[in-house]
Structures are given as structure tokens and as C-alpha cells.
């Protein structure tokens, strides 16, 4: 169109703009925007919104000004809210806030639900329940309704800050003012209660989900597997998977992940890797998560050489072994007795750029007090609180028994030898 000269309007400059946006290539866009003669307010919301979803909101921002000041186009509510929404995404929730009270001052724009939800959800996420109810009071103020979302921002926030009560409060409110739960609030709610331990209330709600005709999700169901494998629940949890399949639900990593560890955790580790073998059938490859898992389980039934021939498997299939993956195996190997396994994989993990964790030397230290190497064990504590970590009650406990029994052994050689000498 350019070579032959053709007219270009607006629309098609759109167009274009929206799909390079699309494609990742948000500066490419600009570029256009700058050689179009007269673009409007689509044109410019459409590069913003492309450089906040690659998370450039601060060009973004910059791209609200030029707007203003070259195109004379004074930003809209889609603007305002894409940027807010931009910095919220990627954690500058000061930032979002300072844009809508910006946009408050100039009074061009009217705050509306989304963008407190994006300021809401922002300071959920950072563990500030405060402010983002304060928010939640000035958009009740405003005369601006909760939607569905709010609600749900909220209700995740109070689950895992521990106020469950509070929680359902809300959730109550949102019925009265006529607002049905969708399925992220049930997913909320069960994800709550299973993380409070409460499984028995997270399936009361699974059913009254369904009466309600809300279709559960994959994480629906991953949330309630891995609840049950904490319970040791291994066939309910096999019942889910299987209504979750007969429900058209496609299982994903994430969920069979769950499966596996419901099976291993329960000292049925053949059961696992037959998941697991089923799973790659179904083309989902495992990764550092099963792999951990199942060392985890063998480690426990104490098949801590096999769990270690896993790793070896993991390298082979292009996946690196972390620092659950040595702690797990440092554990095991302690558990056993095999400090001296325990040590090596100790040094093989720091020569892979990993430094010890606390669970490392409480493994460790319980090992060594095991085999009553209590002095060793002292040793270890010393080194820890060099690296600058903190001794925990599970390190003293360890320590304390190591030390305790050492002395018993002491007190019982030294009573035989004086039996000895007198005989």
C-alpha cells in the first residue's frame, strides 16, 4: 500500500499497530505511530497496552504523555487503567497508585471498578491488607460497586493472611447484593480451607460448587489432591483424579504432580512411578517437582542409593537438580546413618553453586548425633552460625539428644571398666 501510494486511514494503521503489538514488538508499533499523520486515542491505547503486557510500563507512561502533549489527545479511562493495571503486574503498586492520583487531580477521568481492583489486587499481593482496604472504602465511597472480582481479591487475601471468618463474611455480603461466586471464588475458598488443613470443609464446598452449576477447574482439583495426600487420604485423592478425568478435566503437570505426591508421601512409591509413566504417555514431561517427589518417597521407605540414581536421570533428561533435590537426598542419607553419603552430596551440591540451607545442616546434625558423633555435630553448628544462619529448636533438639546420649555411652563404658578392674 505504501509503493503504490494508496491512502492510509487510521483504521488500518490500527490494525497494524494492534498486530505488532500482539506479536511482542511494541517499539516497532511506536515507530508506525510516529510516521501516522493523525492518530487518535485507539491508536495510542493500543502501543501503551502493548508495552505494559512486555512490562515496559514506565515507556508506557511515557507514551501517556506524548499522547497529551504531541497528539493533543487527552487520556481516556482504557489509558489510565491499562497503566495502573501495568504497574501492578509487575509489583510497583506505588507507582499505580501515584498514576490514579494523578488522574484524580487532573479530574479528565472518572475512577471506575477495574482500576480499583488492580490497586486492590496490588496490595493483596504484597501482604498489605490495609491499604487495599482503604481502597475498598474509597471506591464504597464514590458510590463505584464491588464486582466479583473485588470480592475475590479480597477473600484470597484474608485466607492467606490467616482470617478465614472474615473471609466468608464476604462472601456472604457478595450474595446478598445479588453477586453469584464464580469459580475463582470457590477455587479461593477451597484452596483456603485446604491450606488451613480443613479438608473436610474444602469438599463441602467442592460439592456446593457443583449444585450451583459453577464446572470446577484443574486447579479445582489439583488443590484438593494435594490436601488429601498431606491427610494421607491416597484413594479419595485417586477418586478426584478419576471424576476429574470422567469431567473432561485434561490433568496437567501441576496435577499429577499432586497425584504423585499423594502416592509417595504414603509409602506407595511403584503406584507413583506408574503415574508418572502414565503421565508421559500423555506427552507432559515431568520435571524438577516429580523428581523431587518421588526421591522424597523413596528416601522415606529408606532406598536413599536409588533415590540418588534419580538425579542421574534428571541430568540425562536435561533437567538440573536443585536444592530440594540434594537436601532431599542429604536427609535420607542422615536418616540412615550414612553421614559420610550425607557429607558427599553436601560437597557435590556446593560445587554446583548451592550453599547449605538450614534443613541441610539439621539433616546433617541429626545424622551425626545419630552415630554419636556429637562433637562433629557441634562443630556444624558453629559453621552455621558463621554463614549467618540461625540455629532453630530442631537443631538444638538434635543436638541436645546427640550430646545426652554421647554422655549416657561415656558413663556406661566407664562403669564397664571399673566392673573390669574390680573382676
Avoid at 139 to 153: D, K, Q, S
Wanted: charged share 25%; proline share 3%.
Amino acid at each position: 500500500m505504501f509503493r503504490l501510494r494508496l491512502p492510509l486511514c487510521t483504521t488500518t494503521f490500527n490494525i497494524m499497530l494492534r498486530h505488532l503489538c500482539s506479536a511482542g514488538k511494541p517499539a516497532r508499533a511506536l515507530q508506525l505511530l510516529r510516521q501516522m499523520p493523525r492518530p487518535n486515542a485507539v491508536t495510542y491505547n493500543t502501543v501503551i497496552a502493548g508495552f505494559c503486557s512486555r512490562g515496559r510500563v514506565q515507556a508506557a507512561l511515557d507514551i501517556m504523555r506524548e499522547m497529551r502533549e504531541r497528539g493533543g489527545i487527552a487520556p481516556n479511562q482504557y489509558t489510565y487503567g491499562t497503566v495502573i493495571s501495568g504497574w501492578c503486574k509487575v509489583g510497583r503498586v506505588d507507582e499505580a497508585a501515584k498514576v490514579f492520583d494523578e488522574m484524580l487531580t487532573k479530574g479528565e477521568v472518572k475512577p471506575e471498578a477495574v482500576m480499583y481492583n488492580a490497586l486492590i489486587g496490588g496490595y493483596c499481593d504484597q501482604g498489605n491488607l490495609d491499604t487495599a482496604l482503604l481502597y475498598l472504602d474509597k471506591m464504597v465511597e464514590r458510590g463505584i460497586a464491588m464486582t466479583v472480582t473485588t470480592y475475590n481479591l479480597l477473600v484470597h487475601a484474608l485466607f492467606m493472611d490467616g482470617r478465614g471468618k472474615e473471609a466468608y463474611q464476604l462472601v456472604e455480603e457478595m450474595g446478598g447484593k445479588g453477586l453469584a461466586p464464580d469459580v475463582f471464588t470457590y477455587n479461593i475458598l477451597i484452596n483456603g480451607h485446604c491450606k488451613e488443613g480443613n479438608v473436610k470443609k474444602a469438599l463441602e464446598v467442592f460439592e456446593n460448587m457443583f449444585s450451583k452449576g459453577v464446572r470446577a477447574t484443574v486447579v479445582t482439583y489439583t488443590s484438593l489432591i494435594y490436601a488429601l495426600s498431606k491427610k494421607g487420604q491416597v484413594q479419595e485423592a485417586d477418586r478426584l483424579f478419576d471424576d476429574a478425568v470422567m469431567r473432561g478435566i485434561r490433568p496437567d503437570l501441576v496435577l499429577y504432580n499432586a497425584l504423585i505426591n499423594s502416592h509417595s508421601a504414603s509409602g506407595n512409591i511403584d503406584r507413583a512411578f506408574e503415574i508418572m509413566a502414565d503421565m508421559e504417555k500423555k506427552r507432559i514431561a515431568p520435571d524438577d517437582v516429580t523428581y523431587n517427589t518421588l526421591m522424597r518417597g523413596l528416601c522415606l521407605l529408606g532406598r536413599v542409593d536409588e533415590a540418588h540414581k534419580l538425579i542421574d536421570e534428571m541430568k540425562r533428561r536435561g533437567i538440573q537438580p536443585d536444592l530440594v533435590s540434594y537436601n532431599t537426598l542429604i536427609s535420607g542419607y542422615s536418616m540412615k546413618g550414612d553421614v559420610k553419603d550425607a557429607l558427599r552430596i553436601r560437597d557435590e551440591m556446593m560445587n554446583k553453586g548451592f550453599n547449605p540451607t538450614i534443613l541441610t545442616y539439621n539433616a546433617l546434625i541429626e545424622g551425626l548425633c545419630k552415630n554419636g558423633q556429637g562433637d562433629d555435630a557441634e562443630n556444624l553448628v558453629k559453621e552455621m552460625v558463621q554463614n549467618g544462619i540461625t540455629p532453630d529448636d530442631s537443631t538444638y533438639i538434635s543436638l541436645i539428644e546427640g550430646l545426652t546420649t554421647e554422655d549416657e555411652r561415656a558413663t556406661e563404658d566407664e562403669q564397664l571398666a571399673q566392673n573390669a578392674a574390680k573382676a
